[in-house]
Every structure is written in structure tokens, then in C-alpha cells.
């Protein structure tokens, strides 16, 4: 165990201290706009998609497990993610989302997967490239994505639903558009 975390490039380390950083601040209130749950979205689609092509075993196979695993975490982000509490921001252009540890605890559990799939890349190369490892880290790829479209675009219909809404002058609204 001790040999995996010395070997283990320093630049990971790197990543899973943003990510703990991350998932740290989003215990406390944070603001996000609509660009951010566009591009957060359009950059999981697209980094999945990339790791994707290296895959090149069965593809046809390979991108349906991914379609099926990315609309199963879309619908799991709909349900963990709540609207409660979410309100506007002053200008109206963006969302302050209540602190939750959800995202910390997303964001490790990704970095653990990932952390996985790089190791049996390096120390098992004869496995990672087996038909079913390949089946897993590509529903893995789609699962993520899929999760992070999701939250993003209930965020930014809750975004949408709350700026439609009559309230100049009025108190904060909640994402029912209770007062």
C-alpha cells in the first residue's frame, strides 16, 4: 500500500487537495451562475466523451453502457440534489446554493475511482484492457457525467424558474417560490 501511494504522481495529490478544497468551501453557501452549470456540464460531457475514445474495445457496446450509466446518473442528481433553500443571488443573474457536504463527498468518491482506474492501468495493464474492465470504467465515465449534467441543469431550470418570477422589492424566494 505504501509502495502504490509513493509511486503515485504528485500532481494527483495536487488535484485531490483542490477537490477537498472544493468540496470544503461548498459547506458554507455558495454562489453559482448559469455559465457555471453550463460549462461544468458541457466539460464532464467532454472530458468523458475523450476518455471514451481511448476505450476501443467493442465501441458500440462500450457507448451504450456509457448512455445508460450518464441518463442513471442524471436521474440520481435529481434526486439528491434539492431545491430547498436555494434562492437568487441580488443581481437576479445567479444561485446561492446552501452549504451542503454532498459535493465533498462526490468529488473524493470521484477522485477514488479515478485513482483506481489509474492504478490498474499502471500495475495490472493485462486486466484494465479485459472486456468487462473497460464495461465498468466507461459506465464509470457516463455515470459522472451523466451526475454532473444533471445537477447542472436542474440548477440552471431552477435558475430559469426563479427568474421568471415577480419579485422586485420583495423578500429572498425559495426555489417553490415561497417568501
Same mark, same amino acid.
Request: glycine residues 8%.
Given at each position: 500500500?505504501? +509502495? =502504490?501511494?509513493?509511486?503515485?504522481?504528485?500532481?494527483?495529490?495536487?488535484?485531490?487537495?483542490?477537490?477537498c478544497y472544493?468540496? =470544503?468551501?461548498?459547506?458554507?453557501?455558495?454562489?453559482?451562475?448559469?455559465?457555471?452549470?453550463?460549462?461544468?456540464?458541457?466539460?464532464? =460531457?467532454?472530458?468523458?466523451?475523450?476518455?471514451?475514445?481511448?476505450?476501443?474495445?467493442?465501441?458500440?457496446?462500450?457507448?451504450?453502457?456509457?448512455?445508460?450509466?450518464? =441518463?442513471?446518473?442524471?436521474?440520481?442528481?435529481?434526486?439528491?440534489?434539492?431545491?430547498?433553500?436555494?434562492?437568487?443571488?441580488?443581481?437576479e443573474t445567479?444561485?446561492?446554493?446552501?452549504?451542503?457536504?454532498?459535493?465533498?463527498?462526490?468529488?473524493?468518491?470521484?477522485? #477514488?475511482?479515478?485513482?483506481?482506474?489509474?492504478?490498474? +492501468?499502471?500495475?495490472?495493464?493485462?486486466?484494465?484492457?479485459?472486456?468487462?474492465?473497460?464495461?465498468?470504467?466507461?459506465?464509470?465515465?457516463?455515470?459522472?457525467?451523466?451526475?454532473?449534467?444533471?445537477?447542472?441543469?436542474?440548477?440552471?431550470?431552477?435558475?430559469?424558474?426563479?427568474?421568471?418570477?415577480?419579485?422586485?422589492?420583495?423578500?429572498?424566494?425559495? #426555489?417553490?417560490?415561497l417568501k
Open positions: 500500500m505504501l +509502495n =502504490i501511494l509513493l509511486n503515485t504522481p504528485w500532481w494527483a495529490y495536487l488535484i485531490l487537495v483542490l477537490l472544493s468540496g =470544503i468551501k461548498a459547506l458554507s453557501p455558495t454562489r453559482e451562475g448559469k455559465f457555471s452549470f453550463l460549462l461544468t456540464t458541457l466539460a464532464f =460531457i467532454c472530458l468523458s466523451l475523450y476518455s471514451l475514445t481511448t476505450l476501443t474495445l467493442e465501441p458500440t457496446l462500450l457507448i451504450a453502457c456509457w448512455l445508460v450509466a450518464a =441518463i442513471l446518473g442524471a436521474l440520481m442528481a435529481q434526486v439528491i440534489f434539492s431545491r430547498n433553500g436555494v434562492v437568487l443571488d441580488d443581481p445567479g444561485l446561492i446554493l446552501p452549504g451542503s457536504i454532498k459535493p465533498l463527498i462526490i468529488y473524493l468518491i470521484l477522485f #477514488a475511482v479515478d485513482y483506481y482506474f489509474g492504478y490498474q +492501468n499502471d500495475a495490472h495493464p493485462e486486466r484494465a484492457a479485459t472486456l468487462e474492465m473497460l464495461l465498468i470504467k466507461a459506465s464509470t465515465l457516463g455515470f459522472f457525467s451523466g451526475f454532473f449534467s444533471g445537477r447542472g441543469f436542474k440548477y440552471y431550470r431552477t435558475l430559469l424558474a426563479l427568474q421568471a418570477q415577480p419579485s422586485k422589492g420583495g423578500p429572498q424566494r425559495n #426555489a417553490l417560490g
